[in-house]
């Protein structure tokens, strides 16, 4: 399991985790998941971000007598302990006593609970129902939500060989989730198309 943060915020629907790394978010839409003994669970990357860890201090400029983005690190190590890379991601499911979820869980993820990409074999799990799309159809987040539900399909996609038959299975449950809402569903796989 490829371990990629830190829960540093959490409640029912959402959590906030802090990367190891800087600027090394799971890409918009991934699938992760906590890694805790008595419940497991999984959510969608919805935005990352990098700041200052000091709250009101800004970056600012450094590269103007520099050839590339390098040399201002290698200038100046010391931004790589000044600065943090932090993703959010939506809760859209739990695994507890081995069997898997699609809906909200019980509690929380807990503070400092270690985050985890999911591999091709979990995501081939979670994703073989898609009752988990209601979620993220339904959901009031800080970007349009038609860009989550198309980015969350598309990293599912990679984990089938047959990526198409995948998609087409999904874009036939959003034509049921959202019948009525033709814009949105049409601007979906728009951005779903191969």
Known sequence: MQRVGEIIQANTTEFTAQCYELYQSPPLGSLVKTNEQELELYAVVYQ??????EPGRHPIARGKNE???EEIYRSSPQLEKLLRTKFSALVVGYRQDNKLYHYLPPKPARIHGFI????????????SFLD?????????????TDE??????????QAYENRRRFLVTASKQLAISLSGQF?????ILEKIKE
């Open 48 to 53: 990352a971000t990098t700041t200052s860890l």
């Open 67 to 69: 050839a590339n983005e």
């Open 116 to 127: 985890y990409l999911c591999s091709k074999e979990e995501v081939k799990k979670f994703s």
């Open 132 to 144: 988990f799309l209601n979620i993220l159809i339904n959901t009031n987040l800080p970007l349009p």
């Open 148 to 157: 989550l539900i198309a980015a969350c399909l598309r990293q599912m996609s």
């Open 183 to 187: 814009n949105q569903l049409k601007a």
